[in-house]
C-alpha cells in the first residue's frame, strides 16, 4: 500500500462504546496528524505528532486520546463520545517536523457516527 | 491568531466559463497550500506557493500569492465538470496552520 491509508473508512457507535481508529503512513515522514472535519466548519487540527511526540494538543477533550507508538503508526482512541463528534476524521502525515512547513498528505478519512 | 477567510462558500458555473476562488489570511505567511476534496473523499494536495508572486499551474487551474496583501487566488479556466469538488486553501507558518472554510464548486453542463 502507498501513501497515507486508514481503518476502519465507517464506524458507527454508541456513546458507551470504546473504539479506536488507525492511521498508517507509507511514506517515510516524520509527523502524523489528526484532523475533524465537520459539516458547516473548517478543518479542524486536533493532535500533531512529530517523531513520536506529541507536540500539539488543541484543547481536545479527553474523550479522544491519540497514541503514536512509531513514526508510521497513529491511533485515535475513543470512548464516551457525543452525538456532536460524529464527522470525517482524516489523518496527515507530512515530511518535515514544523506543522506549518511541508505539504501535507491525507488519508481517505472515518466518517464516524454516534448515536 | 493565524485566520484563513475564502470566499466564496458556493460557487456554480457552467462548462467552458472563467472564474476565481479568494483566500486571505491574517498573518505573515509565505507558504500556502490549495487542496482539492471531492465528495466522500480525502483532501488531495494541488498546489504549493512559497514566495511573494508565486504563481503555479496545473491544467484549468492556475494559484498565484501575495504575500503583502495576504491573499492567494485560485482561477479556474474554460472549468470542465471534472472539477466539480471542494477546494480548501491552507496557510503555514512554523509554528502553526490553518485551513479555509472551503468552496464547493460545482460545473454545470
Known amino acids: 500500500e502507498t501513501g497515507v491509508t486508514q481503518t476502519p473508512r465507517h464506524l458507527v457507535m454508541g456513546m458507551t462504546n470504546k473504539k479506536s481508529l488507525k492511521c498508517e503512513q507509507h511514506?517515510?515522514?516524520?509527523?502524523m496528524y489528526w484532523y475533524k472535519q465537520s459539516a458547516k466548519k473548517p478543518l479542524e487540527l486536533m493532535f500533531v505528532y512529530s517523531l513520536e511526540e506529541r507536540v500539539e494538543n488543541n484543547s481536545v477533550p479527553s474523550r479522544f486520546s491519540p497514541e503514536c507508538p512509531n513514526s508510521s503508526h497513529l491511533f485515535l482512541h475513543l470512548h464516551t463520545l457525543q452525538p456532536e463528534d460524529s464527522a470525517l476524521y482524516l489523518c496527515?502525515?507530512?515530511?518535515?517536523?514544523?506543522?506549518?512547513?511541508?505539504?501535507?498528505?491525507f488519508g481517505p478519512g472515518t466518517r464516524l457516527t454516534v448515536l | 491568531e493565524l485566520k484563513v477567510e475564502q470566499n466564496p462558500l458556493f460557487l456554480s458555473m457552467q462548462e467552458g466559463k472563467n472564474y476565481t476562488i479568494y483566500c486571505n489570511y491574517s498573518t505573515t505567511s509565505d507558504r500556502l497550500y490549495w487542496y482539492r476534496q471531492d465528495p466522500g473523499k480525502s483532501l488531495e494536495s494541488l498546489f504549493v506557493l512559497l514566495s511573494n508572486g508565486a504563481v503555479k499551474q496545473e491544467g484549468r487551474l492556475m494559484a498565484s500569492l501575495d504575500t503583502k496583501a495576504r491573499l492567494s487566488t485560485l482561477h479556474i479556466t474554460a472549468a470542465v465538470h471534472d472539477l466539480s469538488a471542494t477546494y480548501f486553501c491552507?496557510?503555514?507558518?512554523?509554528?502553526?496552520?490553518?485551513f479555509g472554510a472551503g468552496t464547493r464548486l460545482t460545473v454545470k453542463p
Open positions: 511514506l517515510g515522514h516524520n509527523a
Open positions: 491552507a496557510v503555514g507558518d512554523n509554528n502553526d496552520m490553518r
Open positions: 496527515a502525515s507530512s515530511q518535515g517536523r514544523t506543522r506549518g512547513v511541508d505539504t501535507q498528505y
